[in-house]
């Protein structure tokens, strides 16, 4: 018996493309909670970013945010692990000498470092995404307070030679122009394993919905793992099942399929 659903955002409850919840996928999550079923989010986006889910905020229970980093139910801290400051340092020293943006993720501050068109035309334009700070104050705020998650706009290729020499920290790409940077001791399983605990259940109880490399982790330590239609092979073969896109109302879909509604 599924007691908790885990949702990624972009690309599985969110389409891409029309930047909304089907209303499909509406229904569903209302007829799980109905059913007692609990509803978290498991998302690579800071909390301050979480623009997108006004048509079912009033049936989430928890978020899992940046990538497993910063875990909480209402005003409860789950879990919260920050970045070294050592590989912090490096990271934002490499983003100087390369000139590229990175966003800056405390917990609950945000803030974007080298501001640039790239990070504008991904994170405003595509993502809609437009409250995000260029105060180099609130930069040098969160660095002094903790950082949960770095967010290089680099290339995959760039990837490769960013990530050298940090070896405290995962890199997960959603999305062709920026990659998630977190504690090696953060991602999407293990904030799922700690929201589990937390609440009594287990992780056989437990459904996640993904669509992008982020979700791998959670996939693979669900009790079922749903891969979207549409995702990369390795996603896929994380899963327990593949169910449609986003938009051929994928999760209505796979809640059907095992019996959750």
């Not at 609990?38 to 899992?64: C, M, V, W």
């Not at 983003?95 to 991904?122: C, L, P, S, W």
């Not at 929201?195 to 979700?215: R, W």
């Amino acid at each position: 018996m599924i007691k908790a659903l885990f949702f990624d955002i972009d690309g599985t409850l969110v389409s891409f493309k029309t930047h909304e919840i089907p209303k499909s996928a509406v229904k569903a999550l209302e007829k799980a909670k109905a059913g007692g079923v609990k509803i978290f989010i498991s998302t690579g986006r800071p909390y301050a970013i979480i623009n997108n889910l006004k048509q079912i905020e009033h049936l989430i229970d928890g978020y899992l945010t940046t990538n497993g980093a910063y875990c909480f139910i209402e005003t409860k801290d789950i879990y919260l692990k920050f970045i070294e400051p050592k590989e912090v340092n490096l990271l934002m020293k490499k983003a100087d000498e390369q000139h590229f943006a990175i966003i800056v993720v405390g917990k609950d501050k945000i803030a974007i470092h080298n501001i640039n068109d790239t990070y504008r035309q991904i994170f405003v334009d595509n993502l809609n995404v437009t409250n995000i700070t260029d105060s180099e104050d609130i930069v040098s705020q969160i660095l002094a307070e903790g950082v949960t998650q770095l967010t290089p706009f680099v290339s995959k290729t760039e990837e490769k030679e960013l990530m050298k020499g940090i070896e405290k920290c995962n890199a997960m790409r959603w999305h062709e122009g920026f990659i998630d940077i977190t504690s090696k001791e953060a991602d999407k399983g293990l904030g799922l394993s700690k929201i589990a605990k937390a609440l009594g259940f287990k992780l056989s109880e437990t459904m996640a919905f993904g669509d992008g490399g982020n979700d791998i982790a959670i996939l693979k330590t669900a009790g079922i793992g749903v891969a979207m239609g549409g995702a990369a092979e390795n996603v896929r073969k994380a899963a327990t099942y593949i169910t449609e896109t986003v938009e051929n109302d994928g999760v209505e879909k796979a809640l059907l399929h095992f019996g959750v509604i």
